[in-house]
């Protein structure tokens, strides 16, 4: 699967951004979509997923504030953020678990800069 996440950019705090990701293939063939983050030095940690029923968590950092949705027919995932905080800034990874045997294997997308000014 490839993806190609875009939507990045540099914003003011307590202004909004979305990403999308596009999926090379049916998004709803995966277990699920998601996105991540990853701070210099640290792994990657979870953001926001969605998966394939349509059931979304979120990290407790961005909920009720950030939104996770696809849209089926465009195989493409969306994170609508809203009232950003300087420490959200960091790179957005996204990320599709795609079924291969019992379990998955991750596949990601090139990573779009988030940049939050305060």
């Known amino acids: 699967v490839q993806l190609q996440a875009s939507g990045g950019g540099l914003v003011q705090a307590g202004g909004s951004l979305r990403l999308s990701c596009a999926a090379s293939?049916?998004?709803?063939?995966?277990?699920?979509m998601g996105w991540y983050v990853q701070a210099p030095g640290k792994q990657r940690e979870l953001i926001a997923r969605?998966?394939?029923?349509?059931?979304?968590n979120y990290a407790d950092s961005v909920k009720g504030r950030f939104t996770i949705s696809r849209d089926n027919a465009k195989n493409t995932v969306y994170l609508q953020m809203n009232s950003l905080k300087p420490e959200d800034t960091s790179v957005y990874y996204c990320?599709?678990?795609?079924?291969?045997?019992?379990?998955?294997?991750?596949?990601w997308g090139q990573g779009t800069q988030v940049t939050v000014s305060s």
């Open positions: 293939e049916s998004i709803l063939r995966m277990n699920a």
């Open positions: 990320n599709a678990e795609k079924p291969m045997g019992y379990g998955s294997v991750a596949y």
């Open positions: 969605i998966a394939r029923g349509g059931s979304t």
